[in-house]
Protein backbone atom coordinates (compact mmCIF):
# COMPACT_ATOMS: atom_id res chain seq x y z
CA UNK A 1 0.00 0.00 0.00
CA UNK A 2 1.29 3.69 -0.90
CA UNK A 3 1.55 5.89 2.12
CA UNK A 4 -0.44 9.15 2.68
CA UNK A 5 1.39 12.02 4.22
CA UNK A 6 -0.18 14.32 6.02
CA UNK A 7 0.87 17.90 6.88
CA UNK A 8 -0.03 20.65 8.96
CA UNK A 9 2.57 22.44 10.50
CA UNK A 10 1.36 24.35 13.68
CA UNK A 11 0.34 28.27 13.41
CA UNK A 12 -0.52 27.94 9.58
CA UNK A 13 -4.04 27.78 8.27
CA UNK A 14 -2.72 24.76 5.98
CA UNK A 15 -3.11 21.09 5.24
CA UNK A 16 -1.32 19.01 2.87
CA UNK A 17 -2.19 15.92 1.74
CA UNK A 18 -0.07 13.60 -0.91
CA UNK A 19 -0.63 10.46 -1.40
CA UNK A 20 0.78 8.36 -4.81
CA UNK A 21 -1.40 5.51 -6.76
CA UNK A 22 -0.54 2.81 -8.62
CA UNK A 23 -2.77 4.06 -11.76
CA UNK A 24 -2.47 7.20 -14.37
CA UNK A 25 -3.38 10.36 -14.01
CA UNK A 26 -6.91 10.10 -15.91
CA UNK A 27 -8.18 7.07 -13.54
CA UNK A 28 -7.28 8.82 -10.77
CA UNK A 29 -8.68 11.88 -11.49
CA UNK A 30 -12.28 10.30 -12.75
CA UNK A 31 -12.22 8.66 -9.63
CA UNK A 32 -12.17 11.82 -8.37
CA UNK A 33 -15.04 13.62 -10.02
CA UNK A 34 -17.38 10.82 -11.46
CA UNK A 35 -20.53 10.94 -8.98
CA UNK A 36 -20.65 7.20 -9.51
CA UNK A 37 -17.15 6.83 -8.22
CA UNK A 38 -16.96 9.11 -5.49
CA UNK A 39 -19.18 7.31 -3.11
CA UNK A 40 -16.86 4.33 -3.25
CA UNK A 41 -13.84 5.40 -1.48
CA UNK A 42 -14.43 8.90 0.41
CA UNK A 43 -15.13 8.90 3.88
CA UNK A 44 -13.97 6.87 6.86
CA UNK A 45 -14.87 2.85 6.03
CA UNK A 46 -17.38 3.20 8.86
CA UNK A 47 -19.84 5.20 6.88
CA UNK A 48 -21.63 5.36 3.75
CA UNK A 49 -21.91 7.96 0.89
CA UNK A 50 -24.99 9.61 -0.61
CA UNK A 51 -24.65 12.29 -3.23
CA UNK A 52 -27.00 14.74 -3.45
CA UNK A 53 -25.08 17.21 -5.99
CA UNK A 54 -21.93 16.34 -8.04
CA UNK A 55 -21.18 19.01 -11.09
CA UNK A 56 -17.43 18.89 -11.28
CA UNK A 57 -17.45 22.33 -13.79
CA UNK A 58 -16.24 25.64 -12.81
CA UNK A 59 -19.05 27.06 -11.07
CA UNK A 60 -20.81 23.67 -10.58
CA UNK A 61 -21.94 22.39 -6.83
CA UNK A 62 -21.43 19.67 -4.67
CA UNK A 63 -22.59 17.95 -1.49
CA UNK A 64 -23.02 14.62 0.09
CA UNK A 65 -23.95 12.88 3.46
CA UNK A 66 -21.74 10.68 5.04
CA UNK A 67 -24.10 8.20 7.33
CA UNK A 68 -22.91 6.28 10.67
CA UNK A 69 -24.19 4.48 13.31
CA UNK A 70 -24.07 7.80 14.87
CA UNK A 71 -25.87 9.97 12.67
CA UNK A 72 -25.31 12.05 9.41
CA UNK A 73 -23.15 14.45 8.40
CA UNK A 74 -23.31 16.68 5.19
CA UNK A 75 -20.41 18.78 3.11
CA UNK A 76 -20.68 20.44 0.38
CA UNK A 77 -18.82 23.36 -1.99
CA UNK A 78 -18.37 24.53 -5.49
CA UNK A 79 -15.98 23.83 -8.13
CA UNK A 80 -13.90 27.03 -9.03
CA UNK A 81 -11.35 25.43 -11.48
CA UNK A 82 -11.44 21.76 -13.17
CA UNK A 83 -8.93 20.99 -15.93
CA UNK A 84 -9.19 17.20 -16.91
CA UNK A 85 -6.33 14.90 -15.31
CA UNK A 86 -4.87 17.66 -13.91
CA UNK A 87 -6.38 20.25 -11.31
CA UNK A 88 -9.05 21.32 -9.25
CA UNK A 89 -9.86 24.21 -6.88
CA UNK A 90 -12.61 23.66 -5.01
CA UNK A 91 -14.23 25.27 -1.80
CA UNK A 92 -15.28 22.85 0.86
CA UNK A 93 -17.39 23.23 3.91
CA UNK A 94 -18.67 20.50 6.71
CA UNK A 95 -22.38 21.55 7.55
CA UNK A 96 -21.97 21.42 11.04
CA UNK A 97 -19.44 24.25 10.93
CA UNK A 98 -20.88 25.95 8.06
CA UNK A 99 -18.42 28.92 9.39
CA UNK A 100 -15.34 27.16 8.45
CA UNK A 101 -15.24 26.63 4.53
CA UNK A 102 -11.37 26.07 3.49
CA UNK A 103 -10.22 26.03 0.05
CA UNK A 104 -8.31 23.17 -1.76
CA UNK A 105 -6.41 23.03 -4.68
CA UNK A 106 -5.95 19.41 -6.11
CA UNK A 107 -3.39 18.53 -8.21
CA UNK A 108 -2.76 15.05 -10.24
CA UNK A 109 1.08 14.78 -11.18
CA UNK A 110 1.89 12.21 -14.07
CA UNK A 111 4.52 9.89 -13.21
CA UNK A 112 4.54 8.28 -16.03
CA UNK A 113 1.90 5.49 -15.71
CA UNK A 114 1.50 6.50 -11.59
CA UNK A 115 -0.19 9.36 -10.51
CA UNK A 116 0.90 11.52 -7.26
CA UNK A 117 -2.04 13.39 -5.84
CA UNK A 118 -1.39 16.88 -4.00
CA UNK A 119 -4.90 18.26 -2.02
CA UNK A 120 -3.45 21.60 -0.48
CA UNK A 121 -5.82 23.32 1.70
CA UNK A 122 -6.27 26.96 3.46
CA UNK A 123 -9.04 27.45 6.08
CA UNK A 124 -9.72 31.48 6.99
CA UNK A 125 -7.77 30.78 10.28
CA UNK A 126 -5.59 28.96 12.32
CA UNK A 127 -8.37 28.13 14.46
CA UNK A 128 -10.67 26.71 11.68
CA UNK A 129 -7.47 24.74 10.30
CA UNK A 130 -6.75 23.26 13.95
CA UNK A 131 -10.65 22.61 14.43
CA UNK A 132 -10.62 20.41 11.14
CA UNK A 133 -7.07 18.20 12.51
CA UNK A 134 -8.96 18.06 15.68
CA UNK A 135 -12.50 16.63 14.43
CA UNK A 136 -10.82 13.23 13.57
CA UNK A 137 -10.61 13.99 9.87
CA UNK A 138 -7.03 12.57 9.42
CA UNK A 139 -8.82 8.68 10.35
CA UNK A 140 -11.27 9.97 7.04
CA UNK A 141 -8.37 10.66 4.58
CA UNK A 142 -6.26 7.66 5.60
CA UNK A 143 -9.40 5.13 5.12
CA UNK A 144 -10.19 7.19 1.98
CA UNK A 145 -6.85 6.81 -0.10
CA UNK A 146 -6.57 3.28 1.45
CA UNK A 147 -10.20 2.25 -0.43
CA UNK A 148 -9.36 4.06 -3.46
CA UNK A 149 -6.72 2.53 -3.99
CA UNK A 150 -8.41 -0.80 -3.74
CA UNK A 151 -10.78 0.53 -6.49
CA UNK A 152 -8.26 1.37 -9.00
CA UNK A 153 -7.20 -1.14 -11.48
CA UNK A 154 -4.29 -2.72 -10.92
CA UNK B 1 -15.03 60.21 4.10
CA UNK B 2 -14.85 56.83 6.42
CA UNK B 3 -12.03 55.28 6.96
CA UNK B 4 -10.83 52.16 4.66
CA UNK B 5 -8.70 49.91 6.87
CA UNK B 6 -6.12 47.36 5.25
CA UNK B 7 -4.57 44.78 7.47
CA UNK B 8 -1.42 42.15 5.64
CA UNK B 9 0.23 40.67 8.83
CA UNK B 10 3.59 39.82 7.51
CA UNK B 11 4.02 35.58 7.47
CA UNK B 12 0.31 35.27 6.93
CA UNK B 13 -1.82 34.14 4.07
CA UNK B 14 -4.45 36.24 5.32
CA UNK B 15 -5.31 40.31 3.86
CA UNK B 16 -8.37 41.87 5.98
CA UNK B 17 -10.48 44.96 5.03
CA UNK B 18 -12.44 46.84 7.26
CA UNK B 19 -14.75 49.93 6.14
CA UNK B 20 -18.11 51.56 7.34
CA UNK B 21 -20.72 52.91 5.04
CA UNK B 22 -23.13 55.62 6.18
CA UNK B 23 -26.38 53.50 4.71
CA UNK B 24 -28.05 50.07 5.69
CA UNK B 25 -26.49 46.65 5.18
CA UNK B 26 -29.43 45.72 2.35
CA UNK B 27 -28.66 49.13 0.51
CA UNK B 28 -24.75 47.93 0.49
CA UNK B 29 -25.14 44.42 0.08
CA UNK B 30 -27.20 45.46 -3.16
CA UNK B 31 -24.14 47.20 -4.29
CA UNK B 32 -22.38 44.70 -3.84
CA UNK B 33 -24.17 42.42 -5.62
CA UNK B 34 -25.87 43.20 -8.46
CA UNK B 35 -24.25 43.66 -11.54
CA UNK B 36 -25.77 46.82 -12.78
CA UNK B 37 -24.18 48.58 -10.01
CA UNK B 38 -20.96 46.74 -9.26
CA UNK B 39 -19.20 47.95 -12.34
CA UNK B 40 -19.99 51.78 -10.98
CA UNK B 41 -17.60 51.21 -8.27
CA UNK B 42 -15.45 48.59 -8.41
CA UNK B 43 -11.54 48.67 -9.10
CA UNK B 44 -9.36 51.55 -9.78
CA UNK B 45 -10.48 55.07 -10.34
CA UNK B 46 -8.80 54.95 -14.21
CA UNK B 47 -10.36 51.67 -14.72
CA UNK B 48 -13.73 51.01 -16.39
CA UNK B 49 -15.31 47.63 -15.68
CA UNK B 50 -17.09 45.52 -17.83
CA UNK B 51 -19.38 42.13 -16.13
CA UNK B 52 -18.79 39.41 -18.31
CA UNK B 53 -20.83 36.96 -15.67
CA UNK B 54 -22.47 38.03 -12.49
CA UNK B 55 -24.83 35.10 -10.67
CA UNK B 56 -24.73 35.88 -6.99
CA UNK B 57 -25.62 32.49 -5.72
CA UNK B 58 -24.49 29.62 -4.55
CA UNK B 59 -22.17 27.88 -7.13
CA UNK B 60 -23.19 30.98 -9.76
CA UNK B 61 -20.37 32.04 -11.35
CA UNK B 62 -18.78 35.90 -11.77
CA UNK B 63 -16.07 37.17 -14.24
CA UNK B 64 -15.50 40.88 -15.37
CA UNK B 65 -12.62 42.77 -17.22
CA UNK B 66 -11.04 45.82 -15.92
CA UNK B 67 -9.72 48.12 -18.52
CA UNK B 68 -7.17 51.35 -18.46
CA UNK B 69 -5.24 52.71 -21.00
CA UNK B 70 -2.57 50.37 -21.00
CA UNK B 71 -4.24 47.35 -21.51
CA UNK B 72 -7.27 44.58 -19.88
CA UNK B 73 -7.10 42.53 -16.72
CA UNK B 74 -9.57 40.10 -16.22
CA UNK B 75 -11.07 38.61 -12.85
CA UNK B 76 -13.25 35.46 -12.12
CA UNK B 77 -14.96 33.42 -9.34
CA UNK B 78 -17.52 31.30 -7.82
CA UNK B 79 -19.92 32.05 -5.39
CA UNK B 80 -20.01 29.34 -2.48
CA UNK B 81 -22.28 30.83 0.24
CA UNK B 82 -24.84 34.43 -0.63
CA UNK B 83 -27.02 34.86 2.68
CA UNK B 84 -28.86 38.31 1.73
CA UNK B 85 -27.59 41.20 3.72
CA UNK B 86 -25.51 39.19 5.64
CA UNK B 87 -22.37 37.53 4.07
CA UNK B 88 -20.83 36.18 0.52
CA UNK B 89 -17.81 33.68 0.68
CA UNK B 90 -16.30 33.07 -2.50
CA UNK B 91 -13.60 32.23 -4.54
CA UNK B 92 -11.30 35.36 -6.46
CA UNK B 93 -8.68 34.95 -9.21
CA UNK B 94 -7.30 37.30 -11.35
CA UNK B 95 -6.46 35.59 -14.66
CA UNK B 96 -3.05 36.84 -14.85
CA UNK B 97 -2.34 34.34 -11.93
CA UNK B 98 -4.42 31.49 -11.97
CA UNK B 99 -2.66 29.51 -9.79
CA UNK B 100 -3.23 32.15 -7.05
CA UNK B 101 -6.97 31.76 -5.79
CA UNK B 102 -8.04 33.33 -2.90
CA UNK B 103 -11.13 32.77 -0.93
CA UNK B 104 -13.19 36.08 0.50
CA UNK B 105 -15.28 35.88 3.25
CA UNK B 106 -17.46 39.16 3.69
CA UNK B 107 -19.52 39.98 6.52
CA UNK B 108 -21.92 43.09 6.41
CA UNK B 109 -22.95 44.20 10.12
CA UNK B 110 -25.64 46.20 10.84
CA UNK B 111 -24.31 49.03 13.21
CA UNK B 112 -27.96 50.62 13.27
CA UNK B 113 -28.54 51.96 9.96
CA UNK B 114 -24.94 52.26 8.89
CA UNK B 115 -23.10 49.38 7.74
CA UNK B 116 -19.15 47.61 8.23
CA UNK B 117 -18.22 45.33 5.93
CA UNK B 118 -15.19 43.46 6.42
CA UNK B 119 -13.47 41.58 3.82
CA UNK B 120 -11.40 38.26 4.95
CA UNK B 121 -9.47 37.19 2.46
CA UNK B 122 -7.07 34.03 2.40
CA UNK B 123 -4.42 32.93 0.02
CA UNK B 124 -2.38 29.14 -0.64
CA UNK B 125 0.31 30.84 0.49
CA UNK B 126 1.98 33.28 2.02
CA UNK B 127 3.87 34.16 -1.33
CA UNK B 128 0.95 34.51 -2.99
CA UNK B 129 -0.85 37.03 -0.67
CA UNK B 130 2.57 39.07 -0.94
CA UNK B 131 2.53 38.79 -4.67
CA UNK B 132 -1.44 40.21 -4.19
CA UNK B 133 0.24 42.91 -1.78
CA UNK B 134 2.34 43.86 -4.42
CA UNK B 135 0.83 44.00 -7.67
CA UNK B 136 -0.78 47.32 -6.07
CA UNK B 137 -4.11 46.14 -4.63
CA UNK B 138 -4.26 48.61 -2.35
CA UNK B 139 -5.28 51.35 -4.54
CA UNK B 140 -7.54 49.57 -6.00
CA UNK B 141 -9.20 48.87 -2.69
CA UNK B 142 -9.01 52.58 -1.67
CA UNK B 143 -10.39 53.77 -5.00
CA UNK B 144 -13.23 51.32 -5.13
CA UNK B 145 -14.49 51.97 -1.37
CA UNK B 146 -14.45 55.92 -1.77
CA UNK B 147 -16.56 55.35 -4.94
CA UNK B 148 -19.01 53.40 -3.65
CA UNK B 149 -19.08 55.76 -0.74
CA UNK B 150 -20.03 58.31 -3.36
CA UNK B 151 -23.02 56.03 -4.60
CA UNK B 152 -24.32 55.28 -1.66
CA UNK B 153 -27.80 57.14 -0.60
CA UNK B 154 -27.33 59.36 2.02
Redesign the interface.
Known amino acids: MNETTITARPGT??IDIVREFDAPPHLVFRAWTDPEIVPRWLGPSTTTMTVVEW?AT????YSYVHRDQDGEYGFR?????VVADERI?Q?F?YDGR?QD???E?LTFEDLGGRTRVRN?A???SVESRDAMIESGMERGVRDSMARLEQLLPR
Open positions: PFDPGGRGVFHTVTQPVSLTHVFG
